[in-house]
T-cell receptor, first 112, second 113 residues
């Protein structure tokens, strides 16, 4: 009963490096999301995907790209990491856009 | 800009005291969801309210959805240390052809034993 699985859980990068955060869900959900959460702040939507092959920009998409590889997987890529992207990243999924979301454990990313 | 607001931002209570957080939207919502995030954890869905004036209870937690479907509240009776965390509301607002869920900034609850 895994739910939403994110990898890695922790990562340290140097400025300018690239990396991909992976997310997979096993609940057959259509909608998937990527959020970032900074200390003392709420959740800010980076990108959203309503179904395989479709993605929409959220509140803070600059510096990120996403891929909805299939119904299960939704990845987030940082092409050239910047210190301002140091954050906790959460992936979430829901059956449809207005339904409750299930979150992964998060990826704690530090960029030096 | 942010269209779902929560107050207060922080609340410190003595164990056993009651706690309430309020969620307000500038537009009518089709539903409202509440989540809890423990320190160091991830948001966990608590409940969804859909109907105008709806009230739901989960043990010591009482959730209300306003008559105009623009506001909601979460009330915890006799807080315990296990209630510590940040409580987020998330409102589903109708866009042109779909509902968009917007998270509030959260209320952080500290419980002093």
């Amino acid at each position: 009963n895994a739910g939403v699985t994110q990898t890695p859980k922790f990562q340290v990068l140097k400025t300018g490096q690239s990396m991909t955060l992976q997310c997979a869900q096993d609940m057959n959900h259509n909608s998937m999301y990527w959020y970032r959460q900074d200390p003392g702040m709420g959740l800010r939507l980076i990108y959203y995907s309503a179904s395989e092959g479709t993605t929409d920009k959220g509140e803070v998409p600059n510096g990120y790209n996403v891929s909805r590889l299939n119904k299960r997987e939704f990845s987030l890529r940082l092409e050239s990491a910047a210190p301002s992207q140091t954050s906790v990243y959460f992936c979430a999924s829901s059956s449809s856009r207005n339904q409750p979301q299930h979150f992964g454990d998060g990826t704690r990313l530090s960029i030096l | 800009g942010q269209q779902v607001m929560q107050i207060p931002q922080y609340q410190h209570v003595q164990e056993g005291e009651d706690f309430t957080t309020y969620c307000n939207s500038s537009t009518t919502l089709s539903n409202i969801q509440w989540y809890k995030q423990r320190p160091g954890g991830h948001p966990v869905f608590l409940i969804q309210l859909v109907k105008s004036g709806e009230v739901k209870k989960q043990k010591r937690l009482t959730f209300q959805f306003g008559e105009a479907k623009k506001n909601s509240s979460l009330h915890i009776t006799a807080t315990q240390t296990t209630d510590v965390g940040t409580y987020f509301c998330a409102g589903a607002r109708r866009e042109t052809s779909y509902d968009k869920v917007i998270f509030g900034p959260g209320t952080s609850l500290s419980v002093i034993p």
